[in-house]
């Protein structure tokens, strides 16, 4: 007894889609592709359509052949040469995004150090109406005024002279360590400073 012929399974239908047809290339853009159908398009060019339509529907006919077991639309998306050439191209503009977020970022003042604490020196002030002229050592009971080479009571001592030495004031006074100090020149030819409250004015 013969046996019956072996029927190939049925394939199911394909939805009539842009998306099932042979003449579908898909593209980068999700659910969208390129109909490369010769008649409808000619030989070199291709149109972007919607994978879920049939662009070519005329209602009473269309263009749509099935494609052999096409894989499903967006599958495309993930071979190996569009994963690189999104790779290439994401990678870059992320850097350049980093380099100009870095730069751009608002940078917060440095804080400046306190300046040294100390006594600071106060420049020589001219006063002419008193500290110009002969002056006379005075007011140290009898003990006289030492000549300084600086306006401090620390520094180099340069001479000492009596009450009632006369000294030449030079137009120069300063405070320094809680005391007024006038620029003089001694007899000797010698400038220094003496505190103010040892000279006075000389009478004529």
């Given at each position: 007894m013969a046996l019956p012929a072996r029927v190939p399974p049925r394939r199911p239908s394909r939805p009539r889609r842009c998306g099932t047809c042979r003449f579908y290339q898909p593209s980068p853009v999700g659910g969208r592709g390129w109909c490369t159908h010769p008649v409808l398009r000619g030989p070199?060019?291709?149109?972007?359509?919607?994978?879920?339509?049939?662009?070519?529907?005329?209602?009473?006919?269309?263009?749509?052949?099935?494609?052999?077991?096409?894989?499903?639309?967006?599958?495309?998306?993930?071979?190996?040469?569009?994963?690189?050439?999104?790779?290439?191209?994401?990678?870059?503009?992320?850097?350049?995004?980093?380099?100009?977020?870095?730069?751009?970022?608002?940078?917060?003042?440095?804080?400046?150090?306190?300046?040294?604490?100390?006594?600071?020196?106060?420049?020589?002030?001219?006063?002419?109406?008193?500290?110009?002229?002969?002056?006379?050592?005075?007011?140290?009971?009898?003990?006289?005024?030492?000549?300084?080479?600086?306006?401090?009571?620390?520094?180099?001592?340069?001479?000492?002279w009596p009450e009632r030495t006369r000294l030449d004031a030079l137009g120069e006074e300063t405070e320094a360590g809680g005391r007024r100090w006038v620029l003089v020149r001694d007899p000797a030819g010698n400038t220094g400073w003496v505190p103010a409250e040892y000279v006075e004015r000389a009478g004529p």
């Open positions: 070199n060019i291709r149109s972007l359509v919607d994978a879920d339509t049939l662009a070519c529907n005329r209602k009473l006919y269309d263009f749509w052949e099935p494609a052999a077991d096409r894989p499903p639309v967006g599958v495309g998306l993930l071979r190996p040469a569009v994963l690189l050439r999104l790779t290439l191209i994401l990678i870059p503009a992320a850097l350049v995004v980093l380099v100009v977020l870095h730069f751009e970022r608002p940078t917060q003042p440095r804080a400046e150090s306190p300046p040294a604490s100390g006594p600071t020196a106060v420049p020589p002030t001219p006063t002419p109406e008193f500290y110009r002229g002969p002056l006379v050592v005075t007011n140290t009971g009898g003990l006289g005024v030492y000549l300084r080479a600086e306006p401090a009571n620390e520094t180099r001592r340069i001479r000492a």
